[in-house]
């Protein structure tokens, strides 16, 4: 536990790596992962840094990468994921890298030009092809007409007409046509827009191409239509082909008598055939160079992005004034200095630098990271902590305590074996087949959630069990283990014949074994009791605000710890102890009697013992009676008078002692006592250090105004802001500790109510199949079962499972972290390739 | 008016969250002075991908060109339009149309002129503004007067009522194209504006404002720009749109002017416009009094986000970012060409 209670040692270093050795060491650290690199130069442009070029390389290596992979994701080629994970290449491998990126970028754009040039031959000759077969039909109407017209007796009638016309013309009409492809959606304004353009004087006969034909640039099927349009006078014919051009539609040349047009269309088909050949052809050969792509396209993304975030971080570098040698400044955790020795001497050696590169640790006044090293079984209870706010560095960090409290005040709230059962038993699943889970990453965020907190709701799952046998509740149903201590042997049979209930006098000693109390939790009899809920009522209630005094009581105790490692008597003489004394006077005396009152009083004097409820309010209230039976113990007036003075002199002492001594400490000169960060330094100041610092103070950027406003504020007390702070810290925690008292009564209501809902189900649902007799029963009881069982997953499970969860997570995060927790810290963000490969997957 | 406000979010809650989240990754001043210090269009590509554009160039091999990076620009830009606009509802849907229609206007022009001059039209639809594109579009060529445009092409578009003041039998020469496009373009802001004073509420009262300076800087330049063409002092007033500050006696004024120097004792009457004609010029160093022009326009639509509850803002949003687009496309214009001595000709956004 010793490394998750407080988070780890950091140290600023300095780093001087000598240049031809620092791409080596860079890779090293990333793929350590233990170093958070800081910008030394913030004011310079993305584009003036030093390896500017080398990271525009490197972007231009992952556009190459990534315009194959989406070639070979349409293609539908899978991308081998072998796991391997190889080191970043040195940078002369860099140039073959580009190389081979370049031929085969150039290879693939070749091979697409000629696959769209042949796919766009064969839409044409397809388009042809069902123009031909189409227009055949609309020839054929035509004939058809034609031939009405010369019938005879239609001829009689139009004969005037006709007549009229051929002396006019000479000769008969003859009509334009022109005939071509367009795009199915656009067919509607593309008429319309005709019948406009040439006032109603163009007939227009369109059909569907059935089959969807392939766009040879994207690659999309598109729809579209076949459509001959008839015209007379070549004026309109330019005007029907501009129009024809603006809306993108494919003309092609359609000989007029249908010999010509069999003969045409027999060429076409062979043309296709051929053209077909050529096309698979292609196809096969841009196949086989994505194919073997694939294959190594994960390798290369791997390789590309670590050259790119060791480029990236070697522009956070300073240049020496001699350019012979690169200086970084890193933080690391001191306990892994060690480890980060060893992996840049490594990459001195990969580099054949004869100079070694140098560690130097260094001072400053800046709060370092907060780096809590985690494992899979932590990890997932200190995001819950991380999700309130990160811990200021080094104070005490809640998550290894939470571990168990967590799962336990939920438990409390979910109380129930049965559901506990299913719930452990489901993250069991996932902890059991965690490896083959990992691989197969979804995206389904949701699943994502469960399976991280895996670990949570197998402890989770275990509490609730536990609890549940407790409460003795398992899907609202009672376990009578041990046997009950109650029996009915005291009660007469006539009794239990003339009434509908029976009372049970636990008086009656033949009633109530009272030598004997059920072992482990509740008597299950209770469960048949018409006051059942009026007795885990109290017990639940009494239960809430034991368990939330000494959660709250543990808090304030952890500030100790806070105030003794950071050196600072004044907050625990003028902050922990009034607020420990005010809780206990209060909150903790009401602990103590609930407990004297479960020891004093049997049930033989039950009946005249004092509500607890009304003793507190009198204790404020100052509320003293004669009558002896109002009385717990004697001396209660008098203790609990003292009590109260107690705490209320507490209020002031919190309010206004630690600004006092403050501002007099001010006054007379002295250094006000530091109660901000204090820099450990375990290893003192060395030489070689301060010599350092003296070249940092040169060299630094100036402090961050926050720093210097920090830094002022030590300089000059302000009084009244002083007690400001102090006067809403001290209502914050006096006026908390009742609220929050009160708050973990959620702790009895959720429990309640849980309980009552899958009382509920059991009643409404399940209970109603059981109730048949015979074999309708068993019919009634299989099929209600399933109702049952998605009803208490899907709301006693997951739904409840949810609130309880979020309960549980506020009475953390203000309950019992609000007693000692800042939670002002920023996260150690190391250079780690692993990170690096997450983020991009 | 207050419960309009009262119930804006309900249909409109997202699309202003959104337009503000947008407005916020508006370059700054700071990225300005980084992007001029700029080498190489390489080196703008690199700082952008550090601001709101980030990756929009990643995929673009190089060498860039100017011409990729105005094209992605305004991609960008369209994405972010469309996909408001695909979530909108009634009023903001037509208010939204509204701005759509002066790049179908332009986009009208530009095909017309275009085709005037024998230019393929494949070559010019990819000089339109996809804003502004419309599904007719590409036959324009068809319509050889402007009645014929209208009867064939705009009359399925939203644009038809505004043509109706155009229909004439002329032909379509350089001068009537620019008359048309004037004309559509005052009846366009006209519309607007009345639409805008339906609306009521905060946003008249920032549209309003807007279009009025839209409308006084047109009838500015129109009249400027007509001094020595064979335009008529009739013909100019009737392309003044009447919905701006100069609404009657500016423009009647302006009507009489004669040169640039009667232009502008015409804006000395006007607060608004005179300090914008004194601080302009055409000496090397001074701005031009387009710049002037784009200057206002900038800080008039900037205030527009100091309100809430109202739809100027897709309005100045969108205008505030078509400026980006011409400031960066300026600026790397100059890194292009290696002409730094006026790349700080940009007009930052405040």
């Known amino acids: ?841 | 008016m207050s419960m309009q406000e009262l119930y804006f979010n309900i249909d409109n809650g997202y699309l202003e969250g959104l337009v503000r989240g947008f407005k916020g990754g508006i370059l700054k001043r700071a990225d300005y002075a980084n992007l001029v210090q700029c080498e190489t269009l390489e080196d703008l590509k690199l700082h952008l991908a550090s601001t709101d554009y980030g990756n929009f160039l990643a995929n673009e091999p190089s060498p860039l060109t100017v011409n990729v990076i105005d094209d992605k620009l305004k991609e960008k830009m369209v994405i972010e339009f469309q996909h408001m606009r695909n979530h909108a509802v009634e009023p903001l849907c037509t208010f939204m149309d509204f701005i759509t229609y002066s790049y179908m206007i332009d986009n009208i022009v530009l095909l017309i002129t275009g085709t005037l001059h024998q230019r393929p039209i494949s070559e010019l639809i990819t000089k339109c503004h996809p804003l502004g594109s419309f599904e007719q579009m590409e036959a324009i060529h068809v319509a050889a007067t402007p009645a014929e445009l209208y009867n064939a092409i705009l009359i399925d578009t939203p644009l038809a009522p505004f043509f109706v003041d155009c229909i004439s039998e002329q032909d379509l020469d350089e001068l009537n194209i620019e008359i048309i496009r004037n004309t559509l373009y005052k009846a366009y802001l006209e519309a607007f504006y009345d639409f805008c004073s339906q609306l009521g509420g905060t946003t008249s009262e920032f549209m309003c404002k807007a279009l009025e300076f839209e409308a006084d800087r047109r009838a500015f330049i129109i009249t400027i720009n007509s001094f020595g063409t064979e335009l008529t002092k009739d013909d100019r007033s009737k392309l003044y749109p009447r919905c701006g500050k100069l609404h009657p006696d500016g423009l009647a004024a302006l009507a009489r002017a004669d040169d640039y120097d009667q232009v502008r004792a015409v804006a000395e009457y006007y607060a608004e416009y005179k300090p914008l004609f004194e601080g302009a010029g055409n000496n090397p160093g001074d701005k031009t009094l387009e710049d002037k022009f784009f200057e206002h326009e900038v800080e008039l639509n900037v205030n527009a986000f100091m309100q809430q509850f109202h739809f100027g803002v897709f309005y100045a949003y969108i205008k505030l970012k078509e400026q980006e687009c011409r400031n960066i496309v300026w600026i790397a214009e100059c890194v292009a060409q290696r002409h730094r001595t006026k790349i700080d000709n940009y007009i930052p956004i405040l």
């Open chain 1, 1 to 841: 536990m010793g490394s998750l209670f407080r988070s780890e040692e950091m140290t600023l270093a300095q780093l001087f790596l000598q240049s031809e050795a620092a791409y080596a060491c860079v890779s090293e650290l990333g793929e350590l992962g233990l170093v958070q690199f800081r910008d030394l130069n913030p004011d310079v442009n993305a584009f003036q840094r030093k390896f500017v070029n080398e990271v525009r390389r490197c972007d231009e290596m992952e556009r190459k990468l990534r315009f194959l992979e989406k070639e070979i994701r349409k293609a539908g080629i899978p991308i081998v994921d072998t796991g391997e994970n190889p080191d970043a290449p040195p940078p002369r491998e860099m140039i073959d890298l580009e190389a081979t990126f370049e031929k085969l970028e150039n290879e693939m754009k070749e091979v697409n030009t000629n696959q769209e040039a042949l796919k766009r031959n064969f839409l044409e000759l397809t388009e042809l092809k069902h123009i031909l077969r189409k227009t055949q039909s609309f020839f054929e109407e035509a004939e058809f007409h034609h031939q009405q017209m010369q019938d005879p007796a239609l001829a009689e009638e139009s004969h005037a007409l006709l007549l009229g016309d051929e002396e006019r013309g000479g000769q008969p009409m003859r009509l334009g046509f022109v005939a071509g492809v367009i795009n199915r959606e656009r067919l509607p304004t593309f008429e319309r827009m005709l019948w406009r353009a040439c006032r109603g004087n163009v007939f227009l006969r369109q059909t569907e191409i059935e089959t969807p034909l392939e766009d040879p640039v994207t690659g999309d099927q598109v729809h579209k239509c076949v459509f001959i349009i008839f015209f007379q006078g070549d004026q309109l014919k330019t005007r029907v082909k501009k129009i024809c051009e603006g809306f993108r539609a494919t003309l092609y040349p359609c000989p007029e008598t249908p010999a010509e047009r069999r003969e045409m269309a027999i060429g076409v088909m062979t043309r296709i055939e051929d053209l077909q050949t050529v096309l698979n052809q292609t196809q096969d050969h841009r196949h086989r160079v994505l194919v073997s792509a694939a294959k190594n396209i994960r390798v290369w993304f791997i390789k590309a992005r670590k050259i790119k975030a060791i480029y990236h971080t070697l522009n956070l570098f300073n240049l020496d004034v001699t350019q012979k040698c690169l200086i970084a400044e890193c933080w690391c955790p001191v306990a892994d200095l060690e480890r980060i020795q060893l992996a840049l001497r490594r990459g001195t050696e990969h580099s054949g630098s004869s100079v070694p590169s140098i560690l130097n640790r260094m001072t400053t006044k800046q709060a370092p990271p907060t780096y809590n090293k985690t494992n899979k079984f932590t990890s997932g209870f200190q995001g819950l902590v991380d999700a309130y706010g990160v811990a200021s560095y080094s104070e005490v960090n809640p998550a290894p305590f939470t571990i168990i409290t967590f799962p336990f005040l939920f438990a409390v709230m979910f109380g129930d074996a049965g559901h506990g059962l299913i719930m452990a038993l489901f993250a069991l699943w996932m902890v059991w087949r965690e490896k083959q889970l990992l691989s197969q990453k979804g995206d389904n965020e949701i699943w994502n959630i469960f399976f991280g907190g895996r670990y949570i709701i197998l402890l989770m799952g275990t509490f609730s069990i536990y609890t549940g046998l407790i409460y003795n509740d398992a899907f609202s149903k009672s376990l009578n283990i041990f046997g009950s201590s109650w029996s009915m042997i005291g009660v007469s049979d006539e009794e239990i014949e003339n009434n509908e209930m029976v009372e049970l006098d636990p008086n009656k000693t033949d009633i109530y074994k009272a030598a004997s109390p059920y072992p482990f939790g509740i008597d299950p009899i209770w469960n048949l009791a018409e006051n059942k809920i009026t007795f885990l009522n109290s017990f639940k209630m009494k239960m809430s605000v034991i368990l939330g005094v000494m959660q709250m009581t543990f808090g304030v105790c952890l500030s100790l710890s806070n105030h003794r490692f950071f050196r600072d008597p004044l907050s625990v003489f003028c902050q922990f102890i009034p607020q420990l004394l005010f809780l206990l006077c209060i909150f903790g005396y009401l602990v103590i009697i609930i407990f004297y009152k479960w020891i004093a009083y049997d049930a033989s004097i039950s009946s005249s013992a004092p509500s607890l409820l009304i003793t507190l309010i009198n204790m404020f209230l100052l509320k003293y009676t004669d009558n002896p039976d109002d009385y717990l113990y004697t001396g209660q007036k008098g203790l609990q008078i003292f009590l109260l003075l107690v705490a209320v002199v507490c209020i002031p002492w919190m309010l206004f002692l630690k600004p006092f001594i403050q501002w007099r400490a001010s006054k007379s000169g002295r250094p006000s006592v530091r109660f901000g960060t204090v820099h450990m330094q375990v290893n003192g100041a060395t030489e070689d250090t301060a010599v350092i610092m003296d070249q940092d103070e040169g060299e630094m950027p100036p402090p961050p105004a926050e720093a210097m406003a920090a830094h002022k504020e030590e300089e000059e007390f302000d009084l009244g802001e002083t007690l400001i702070h102090q006067g809403i810290h001290t209502i914050e925690f006096c006026l908390g500790c009742i609220s929050h008292t009160a708050s973990y009564l959620r702790l009895w209501a959720l429990s309640l109510a849980h309980a009552e809902l899958s009382e509920v189900l059991w009643s409404m649902v399940l209970h109603i199949g059981l109730s048949f007799k015979g074999w309708l029963g068993a019919v009634i009881t299989t099929m209600v079962f399933p109702a049952f069982a998605v009803l208490t997953i899907a709301i006693l499970l997951v739904m409840e499972g949810l609130s309880a969860f979020l309960h549980a997570l506020r009475l953390h995060w203000v309950e019992f972290q609000s007693k000692f927790y800042k939670g002002e810290g920023h996260q150690f963000q190391p250079f780690s390739f692993e990170a690096l490969m997450e983020d991009h997957n």
